[in-house]
């Protein structure tokens, strides 16, 4: 599909005024990452309700001893995160792009 400059023009504007900002994800990841809230902030629903579920099963069970490998699981994925959260972003400007 060609597009006039003008069209261009305001796919991108409209991509750069849908964009997330890549600090307000870290802040959100620092101040509420277990319960996935940079998650929700990037438009991944999804994973961040199982972000929270990981924290409310790890710490339900944590009184029977098998809540630590829902936390430790946790806590791995929001170390994951720590590096994924730049592609996120890039992927859902390209995916408001097309």
Do not use: C
């Not at 438009?43 to 790890?58: E, N």
């Amino acid at each position: 599909m060609n597009l006039s400059t003008a069209e261009q023009l305001l796919v991108e504007q409209r991509v750069t005024n849908e964009a997330k900002s890549t600090a307000v994800a870290y802040l959100l990841w620092i101040l509420f990452g277990g319960f996935g809230a940079h998650r929700f902030y990037i438009g991944r629903t999804g994973s961040g309700i199982a972000m929270i579920a990981l924290l409310v099963i790890g710490f339900g069970t944590a009184s029977v001893g098998i809540g630590a490998l829902f936390i430790v699981a946790l806590g791995v994925w929001l170390l994951a995160d720590l590096f994924l959260i730049p592609g996120m972003i890039h992927h859902r400007a390209g995916r408001a792009a097309r």
